[in-house]
């Protein structure tokens, strides 16, 4: 999970840290709950205050699992004034690509097919007032993310606090009391000393 943030940099540092252990140990099934994940996301944004509310959804696969339809989900989204951008990643056909994780922690590859279905990305994208984007590269995805970030644009009202402490008043008491001394002693015992 990732909470709401405008910190790029976070963000992808926590995609580089997913870990699907769940899936290994039999948790949670294999497939792509577009559906599911989109209505999740809907969830979290639908009692949101603020004045553009955006999902951004990035998938290299097809809805193959879920309850819930993708298209259902868009239209929940709209209902809730939900934008959503969709990003497909990667390329149709057969694609090489990490399948398990060998025991030293290297990656075992093999061919598989990509079964991305555009269409229903393209019509999620629309149904909402988002936008559809197809990625193949690192920079490709970059420079979606820049333009999704100009395209929603807002203020961000941040107010700072904070408390003044005068720390010079025990400081200057001692220094008033340590001058009262010098002088009492001035005028007393150190005056007998020749």
């Known amino acids: 999970q990732c909470p709401l943030t405008t910190d790029h940099a976070e963000l992808l ?29 809907v969830s979290k ?8 509310k955006v999902i951004i959804l ?3 696969g097809t809805n193959n699992t879920g309850d819930i339809s993708p298209l259902t989900a868009a239209e929940i989204a709209r209902q809730k004034q939900v934008r959503v951008y969709t990003i497909a990643v990667g390329k149709q ?9 060998l025991p030293d922690g290297s990656f075992y590859y093999a061919t598989v097919k990509s ?19 197809e ?27 904070s408390q ?7 400081f200057a008491w001692a220094a008033f009391v340590l001058l009262l001394i010098e002088i009492l002693l001035r005028l007393t015992w150190l005056r007998r000393i020749p």
């Open 13 to 41: 540092s926590m995609f580089r840290n997913v870990n699907c252990d769940l899936q290994t140990n039999g948790v949670i099934a294999p497939g792509t709950a577009i559906g599911m994940g989109l209505t999740n996301a």
């Open 45 to 52: 944004l639908a009692e949101s205050k603020t004045k553009s």
């Open 58 to 60: 990035l998938t290299d």
């Open 93 to 101: 056909g057969m694609v090489r690509q990490p399948v398990s994780v």
């Open 115 to 133: 079964d991305m279905d555009p269409a229903t990305l393209r019509a999620i994208a629309k149904t909402t007032g988002g936008k559809f984007y």
């Open 135 to 161: 990625a193949a590269s690192k920079r490709e995805l970059e420079k979606i993310y820049q333009d999704i970030d100009q395209l929603e644009r807002s203020k961000l009202v941040q107010q700072n606090h």
């Open 164 to 170: 003044k402490y005068e720390a010079y008043a025990p």
